[in-house]
């Protein structure tokens, strides 16, 4: 009768191996982590921009969208975003030179700098921040940041820009009647993405 003689394992190499899987598992849990914070931040995204359209459309049935002579036509950007804050309910407001009391003055900047004290901006019942650059001379932009004072307030990541337009070409001289993303943009970009891989359009499709 023939006998099969089975080295067993040592404790000391049971350990050993035990030890090896726990530094991959504390290596992997970050980029796990990682993986699902931009999965949620991705789907709060697309719920941001759907609100944002349906609200825009609202406004724009009503005929209650001006003209603008220019993408910085300053009369016209704040009413269309007056009216648009107003779609929402809101727990808080900031049409009074208090924008840091609605974005955070933390993390990334756009156009070498944060929104300006008197930019009009507020903070939806869902906890999602949208503001303006400015009141005066700045773009049609709508800033988004779908968690409002929590990080890591980087633009691609949890901050986003909306404009304002009927087409990708950003005609000056409209009266707009949709919310579009701006494209998607590859390279560091201190104006429009300063990490660089911000991806405003596609992660919308």
Request: hydrophobic fraction near 40%.
């Amino acid at each position: 009768m023939n006998r099969k003689h089975y080295k067993a394992l040592t404790l000391a190499e049971v350990c050993m191996a035990l030890a090896i899987a726990g530094i991959l598992i504390a290596l992997a849990i970050p980029a796990i982590l990682q993986t699902t914070d931009d999965r949620q931040f991705d789907v709060k995204y697309k719920q941001a921009y759907s609100h944002a359209l349906q609200a825009w459309l609202r406004i724009f049935s009503q005929n209650q969208i001006m003209q603008r002579n220019s993408l910085t036509h300053s009369q016209a950007n704040n009413d269309h975003f007056n009216r648009f804050r107003q779609e929402f309910l809101r727990i808080r407001d900031c049409t009074n030179d208090n924008n840091n009391n609605c974005w955070s003055q933390a993390g990334e900047t756009l156009e070498g700098g944060f929104p300006t004290d008197d930019a009009m901006a507020f903070i939806d019942n869902s906890g999602v921040a949208w503001s303006r650059m400015c009141n005066t001379g700045c773009r049609g932009f709508i800033l988004i940041d779908i968690n409002a004072f929590d990080g890591p307030n980087r633009y691609g990541t949890d901050r986003f820009i909306i404009v304002a337009s009927n087409d990708l070409n950003f005609n000056d001289q409209q009266t707009p009647s949709k919310l579009l993303p701006i494209p998607n943009v590859g390279a560091v970009n201190g104006q429009l993405c300063p990490s660089g891989n911000c991806e405003y359009t596609s992660l919308l499709e």
